[in-house]
């Protein structure tokens, strides 16, 4: 199990942005699905983004048009920017990446806050 690390969390005013970063040291890293799951308190955990080795994008529907998923294959680090930030994005964000068949590693999470 290889630990992604996710950084650029933190307190953001309604409408604000953040860009969240997950670094993924790991071998190959264009080979690997990347994807950005939030979980709020007291609420289920959802995929909020992902993006395919190939480059294909897709979003959950509560954060499309708002947040833009990337991927640097040079630096290996996938990005997640979030704009026009809302109350309901607060959660607690984590990156994922999966290969296929089974191989699934986990970031710790980062804390993204939307209050005045």
């Known amino acids: 199990q290889v630990q992604l690390v996710e950084s650029g969390g933190g307190l953001v005013q309604p409408g604000g942005s953040l860009r969240l970063s997950c670094a993924a040291p790991?071998?190959?890293?264009?080979?690997?699905?990347m994807g950005w799951y939030r979980q709020a308190p007291g609420k289920q955990r959802e995929l909020v983004a992902d993006?395919?080795?190939?480059?294909?994008?897709s979003y959950a529907d509560s954060v499309k048009g708002r947040f833009t998923i990337s991927r640097d294959n040079v630096k290996n680090t996938v990005y997640l920017q979030m704009n026009s930030l809302k109350p309901e994005d607060t959660a607690v964000y984590s990156c994922?990446?999966?290969?296929?068949?089974?191989?699934?590693?986990w970031g710790k999470g980062t804390l993204v806050t939307v209050s005045s």
């Open positions: 994922i990446a999966v290969r296929l068949p089974n191989e699934v590693h």
């Open positions: 790991l071998n190959t890293f264009n080979s690997y699905f």
């Open positions: 993006i395919t080795s190939a480059g294909s994008t």
